[in-house]
């Protein structure tokens, strides 16, 4: 039996370029890298409660390690999302329909990337949900594949988050094995 090759085979099926190579590559380590990640962090059952236990857990043992390693992403973010403090409501809309994000999420998110004098673990609890909600927009949201064009940069800082987080809670070096997405 051939082995099936899905890029090839949408751009068949759709009858022309449905991503370029790029794009589908960083849209398939993100799925990858989301699915260790849960697996890890979240007993295979991501929630907006377990990111913030496993946030909170992390950063009590490791402070000092992850102290500053999750600014550049911060940064990302709130260059991507600098509306946030203009127009929250327009804000939550952009990351998912409104009524499917806890209130208690929606003022995490908004703090972190608006508050300069959020905690270190405050931050990471904002991102973790953030790229939570990214995955699920991914997973469940418009199926759009041309729109995964743009997004490189995104699931690039989303990587950044997610094995951040991960070198610190098996105690390897953060800069040994980090692999950015777009590479």
């Not at 190579?21 to 799925?31: I, L, N, P, S, V």
């Not at 940064?75 to 009524?99: A, W």
């Not at 995490?108 to 300069?116: E, F, G, K, W």
Request: aromatic content about 8%; overall charge negative.
């Amino acid at each position: 039996m051939p082995t099936t090759d899905p890029l090839l085979w949408l751009q068949n099926r759709i009858g022309a370029e449905v991503l370029p190579g790029a794009a589908f590559e960083a849209a398939m380590k993100f799925a990858l890298l989301w699915m260790y990640f849960e697996g890890q962090a979240c007993g295979a059952e991501a929630s907006s409660k377990r990111l913030r236990d496993f946030a909170k857990d992390l950063y009590a043992r490791k402070l000092d390690q992850l102290r500053g390693q999750l600014d550049g992403p911060l940064g990302f973010f709130k260059e991507r999302y600098r509306e946030v403090s203009s127009d929250p409501d327009r804000f939550i809309r952009r990351l998912g329909e409104p009524k499917r994000i806890k209130a208690e999420d929606q003022e995490s998110i908004i703090a972190a990337l608006t508050n300069a004098q959020l905690d270190e673990v405050d931050k990471a609890i904002g991102l973790l949900l953030i790229c939570f909600r990214i995955r699920n927009n991914l997973f469940h949201g418009s199926k759009e594949l041309q729109a995964l064009q743009q997004q490189q940069d995104l699931f690039a800082n989303v990587g950044d988050v997610l094995t951040a987080l991960l070198e610190a809670r098996s105690d390897a070096p953060i800069e040994a094995s980090r692999a950015r997405i777009d590479t």
